[in-house]
């Protein structure tokens, strides 16, 4: 019964949300709601499941002396800090002035902001090692690469200064993002989307199981 | 106060991009600090935004009174919640090896839940609607579209179908299938080149922001 | 001298020069810095030659050390932050289409905004909400923010602090709950669209400072997507625009645009040719865009510039490579 009421479960509420396009009514849209309600919730525990793994892993480190245990503290130390700061705070505690939103100003957005920017980085010097226009396939990728870049900063234009407005590299950019860029997204949303069904139904029929695990 | 938070930021900034030097032990703590704080941010934010906000609330509805004490103001409880209450306890108790299996259920209703709702929207949004308005009047209902807008359309109808056809991977690219698959591939390279000078746009704008940081709300050098 | 020496000396040299130089900021040493015209083209020049002799070395086979190319972009990045060099954005199709939806809003309309967004996404779209939280209060629009991201209602608060303390908004004495509300996070994805498709209430029992939903004036008489007039994502992933447009706008029937992230915006496209998004900003050339038809001196302008020396960069970089590339081929051609 540990994996068969599982898969009950997936089946009824996939249908649930699958009837309630059909049915928009009692039964079907008061059903959908509660298990709206219920998915909020249950994804906020999902959430917390995560951070309180990563404490347990965190914790294990420490107590077991394992390398770079000493960054396993700071770690926990950063969360305790923040949580306690947070959940003290009461209803207001992300307020302007607490502090939660000094922390989350000053310390997480700075954090997260930068970790993501160093990509930059990376992304020219990948593309002064490897990007190399091997076959006309590439050269077509880079040429449109090229067009868009320089069509969507001012410089562009700037450039092709001497060329008709309607020619101008802005426009030219405009040209491939609105028509074939968008037919190139549009085929690869329609072939997503038809493997999306299918894996969508065979979740809620049952024949797919590989979410619920090994063992028994 | 603000000195003192400015400079945390600049340092915790710096460390950050120590790594592009070389790997060091200033990154790997500020590494850990964002590790850990990200965590507890979003630890934090979740019980105060969905397990206090809409479970507590939603179950145990604050009264409000009036001056005259009167109660004014008060919503029926909703003791279905608890049920979603129950589901996320039974998340948590995949932190325990040996009761981890009964976290199968909620983990199924999630599944369950976003199988049934994406089948029909993707259905809709992102095949149909997108079928829909690749079946087109090319030269328009009258011909009255310009040069501009029938080449767009051609390139659209004959994009989205050729780039189709290079998906199908059932039948092999061979004579006619495969010069049309070709051009598919082709219109897919665009579409990645184009792809990649906008995601070149987005780091570039990441860092661009941080300089700002750095000598703009730091260093006061520039306005 | 050994490199852990050089390297301690270098960051203290460092150190030192930050020291004196936000010492100078607090004390009023050291003023704003602006290149000269004629020093940011010497400028452009050396960076051309630096360039140049880039490709010199790479030609001769000597592929210049990653690091050289970290420092390079760092180095190309900043120094436009300090030029004098005017740019101003063509306005593209997309935004112009967003910019004629909202226009034609009356007032008294309510625009819900939705910040689907993290710090990381804040440069791009931080611009494009700040520009058009602005422009909504300007006109009398009534917003309506929430987000499907904890920190979006946060990243909303600080572009509502930066456009509160605008002095033609200052004028106009708004009001928290009146004139704008900030419903603040709920976790749960597309489930929060769908739900607030039937009632905003059940997602939201109440707004960012505790206040109850049903409180709240400015949204008395909206029980869901059928009393919002428009509606606005700034998104930068999942949840975000797509999922909005597949709920609410497919089935709710949500007039909507959006601002996305540069890397999400190529694939918005489709949605906006097949008419299920009224309009979009991409990345931070669509908040200058959208900066320059509201006329709102924001970040996105500013940023034009070292986004503009950044794209030449990465080109150069990749023409660089390819020419040693080529030449190599051809070489190694000739031998066979």
Known sequence: MRREIPLII???????????????????????????????????????????????????KVIGKKSDWGFAVVIIVSFLIIVIVGLTGGEGYRETGTGFSWLYKYVYSSLSATMFSILAFFVASASYRAFRARNFEATLLLVSAFFVMLGRVPVGDNISFFLPDE??????????????QTAGQRAIMIGIALGLVSTSLRIILGIERSYLGGGD | MEHVALWIAAFLTLGIYS??????????????????????????????????????????????????????NSAE???????????????????????????????????????????????????????????IPLFGMNYE??????????????????????????????????????????????????????????????????IDFLFGDWLGLIK | ?????????????????????????????????????????????????????????????????????????????????????????????????????????????????????????????????????????????????????????????LAMDRVLKKEDIIAKKLRDGKDYVNLGFQAGNEFVIKGMGADFSSMFKSD??????????????????????????????????????????????????????????PMMYTYVNAGQLKGLLGGIKGAAEFENIVDYIGKGTKYMLSQSFAHMIVIAFIIIGNVAYFKNERGKKKKH
């Open chain 2, 77 to 135: 409880p909703d003791y279905l919640l608890i049920v979603g209450a129950v589901l996320g306890v039974m998340m948590i108790s995949r932190l325990i090896p040996k009761i981890g299996w009964v976290s199968r259920w909620p983990l199924a209703f999630i599944v369950g839940s976003t199988s049934g709702l994406y089948l029909i929207n993707y259905f809709t949004s992102n095949m149909m609607r997108q079928v829909e308005a690749t079946i």
């Open chain 2, 145 to 210: 579209l310009s040069a501009y807008d029938i080449i767009g359309n051609l390139v659209i109808v004959i994009g989205t179908f050729t780039g189709l056809v290079y998906f199908f991977f059932s039948k092999e690219h061979k004579g006619w299938f495969g010069r049309t698959a070709k051009i598919g591939i082709w219109t897919i390279m665009i579409t990645f080149g184009a792809s990649f000078g906008y995601t070149v746009m987005s780091r570039m704008s990441l860092l661009i922001g941080r």
């Open chain 3, 208 to 265: 960012y400072s505790g206040n109850s939903y049903h409180d709240i004036e400015i949204v008395k008489n909206v029980k869901n997507f059928s009393d919002i007039d428009f509606a606005f994502n700034l998104s930068a992933g999942y949840p975000g625009t797509q999922e909005w447009v597949q709920i609410a706008v497919d089935r709710y029937g949500l007039s909507m645009g959006a601002g996305n992230t540069a890397v999400q915006a």
């Open chain 1, 167 to 180: 020619y101008q590299l802005s426009q030219i950019a405009n040209w491939i993002m609105t028509w074939p």
């Open chain 3, 1 to 157: 001298m050994s490199t852990r020496a050089k390297e301690i000396l270098v960051i203290g040299i460092v150190l030192l020069f930050s020291i004196i130089i936000y010492l100078g900021k607090v004390f009023g040493w050291v003023e704003v810095i602006r290149f000269s015209p004629l020093v940011s083209m010497i400028l452009i020049g050396i960076l051309f030659l630096a360039l140049l002799y880039i490709l010199v070395l790479t030609l001769k086979g000597h592929l210049i050390e990653r690091r050289a190319v970290f420092l390079f972009v760092a180095i190309s990045v900043a120094l436009p932050f300090f030029m004098t060099i005017s740019q101003s954005a063509r306005i593209s199709p997309e935004v112009q289409q967003l910019y004629d939806n909202v226009s034609e809003l009356p007032k008294g309309s309510k625009v819900l905004v939705s910040f689907d967004f993290d710090p990381p996404s804040a440069p791009e779209l931080q611009p494009m909400a700040e520009s058009f939280l602005h422009y909504c209060l300007l006109n009398d629009l009534k917003v309506i923010i929430m987000g499907l991201w904890p920190q979006g209602p946060q990243q909303a608060n």
């Open chain 1, 10 to 60: 997936t089946g009824v509420v996939g249908v649930v949300f699958l009837l309630q396009y059909f049915i928009p009514h009692w039964p079907f849209d008061e059903m959908s709601g509660w298990f709206s309600d219920w998915f909020s919730i249950v994804q906020a525990f999902a959430i917390w499941l995560g951070a309180l793994n990563l404490l347990k892993i965190s914790a294990q």
């Open chain 2, 19 to 72: 790594f592009l030097y070389k790997d060091n032990i200033w990154y790997k703590l500020c590494e850990s600090i964002f590790v850990g704080i990200s965590a507890g941010y979003w630890f934090v934010v979740l019980f105060w935004d969905n397990i206090y906000g809409k479970f507590w609330v939603g179950v145990f509805p604050p009264k409000a009174y009036n001056d005259a004490g009167e109660l004014v």
